[in-house]
């Protein structure tokens, strides 16, 4: 199964998107914690990353690309895979598409985590990473809003889209995801025995 997970900074995107990779036996690929190991030890691409992400604001798409592309041909994602917090921009769904079309491997849904922004201000004030400060938790979600949430159209338009509800408790909301997720999983078990 081939999942992309959209939702704002705050919507609990990381806690649902290790519940899903587990019980499905997925590979999951966040775009963020890549960059962050990268910024961690200190390469050329981390350096520059961190740059964007003390300020809220997103990483240019050739640096995501090359990092996703790389990741995508790695052995464990045969058997499918969560991509968690990308694409974030509509050229990057658009680059990936492309990806995917050559080696004929459609995503299979896309699911968008909804949640009200006080929600999200009240989780992100709770947390306590550099990129959690007021100012800077303002500017991701802005840049959500602007660059991310086109993404929902775009997918709404293939067919792709489906919208959880990410307010309740953890368990309430992976019931959620697992009534769109077990049929899917059927059907490409079933498509590939
Ligand atoms: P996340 O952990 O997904 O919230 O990502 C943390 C930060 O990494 C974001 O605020 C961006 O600066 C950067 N980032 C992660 N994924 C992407 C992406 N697909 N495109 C651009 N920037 C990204």
Redesign the pocket.
Same mark, same amino acid.
């Given at each position: 199964m081939r999942i992309v997970f959209i939702g704002p %900074?705050g919507a609990g995107? &990381?806690t649902q998107a290790a519940l899903v990779v587990e019980r499905y036996g997925i590979a999951h690929l966040?775009? &963020?914690?890549m960059? =962050?190991a990268a910024r961690d030890a200190q390469t050329e691409i981390g350096k520059l /990353?961190d740059h964007?992400?003390s300020a &809220?604001?997103?990483? %240019? #798409?050739e640096i995501?690309l090359q990092i996703?592309q790389d990741r995508l041909l790695a052995d464990d994602c045969r058997r499918g895979y969560l991509l968690? &917090?990308? %694409?974030?921009?509509l050229a990057?769904a658009e680059a990936l598409d492309q990806m995917l079309a050559q080696d004929s491997t459609p995503l299979d849904v896309v699911l968008e985590l909804r949640v009200p922004d006080e929600e999200l201000f009240r989780r992100l004030s709770g947390r306590a990473r550099a #990129?959690d400060k007021p100012e800077v938790i303002r500017q =991701?979600l802005v /840049?959500y809003r602007q660059q991310t949430e086109p993404l929902l159209d775009y997918y709404q338009r293939r067919g792709l889209l489906q919208t959880i509800d990410g307010l309740g408790t953890v368990e309430d909301i992976f019931q959620r995801i697992q009534q769109v997720l077990d049929p899917l999983a059927e059907r490409s078990a079933r498509q590939q025995p």
């Amino acid at each position: 199964m081939r999942i992309v997970f959209i939702g704002p %900074p705050g919507a609990g995107k &990381g806690t649902q998107a290790a519940l899903v990779v587990e019980r499905y036996g997925i590979a999951h690929l966040s775009t &963020g914690d890549m960059l =962050r190991a990268a910024r961690d030890a200190q390469t050329e691409i981390g350096k520059l /990353a961190d740059h964007y992400m003390s300020a &809220g604001q997103l990483v %240019p #798409d050739e640096i995501i690309l090359q990092i996703v592309q790389d990741r995508l041909l790695a052995d464990d994602c045969r058997r499918g895979y969560l991509l968690d &917090g990308f %694409p974030r921009t509509l050229a990057q769904a658009e680059a990936l598409d492309q990806m995917l079309a050559q080696d004929s491997t459609p995503l299979d849904v896309v699911l968008e985590l909804r949640v009200p922004d006080e929600e999200l201000f009240r989780r992100l004030s709770g947390r306590a990473r550099a #990129d959690d400060k007021p100012e800077v938790i303002r500017q =991701r979600l802005v /840049a959500y809003r602007q660059q991310t949430e086109p993404l929902l159209d775009y997918y709404q338009r293939r067919g792709l889209l489906q919208t959880i509800d990410g307010l309740g408790t953890v368990e309430d909301i992976f019931q959620r995801i697992q009534q769109v997720l077990d049929p899917l999983a059927e059907r490409s078990a079933r498509q590939q025995p």
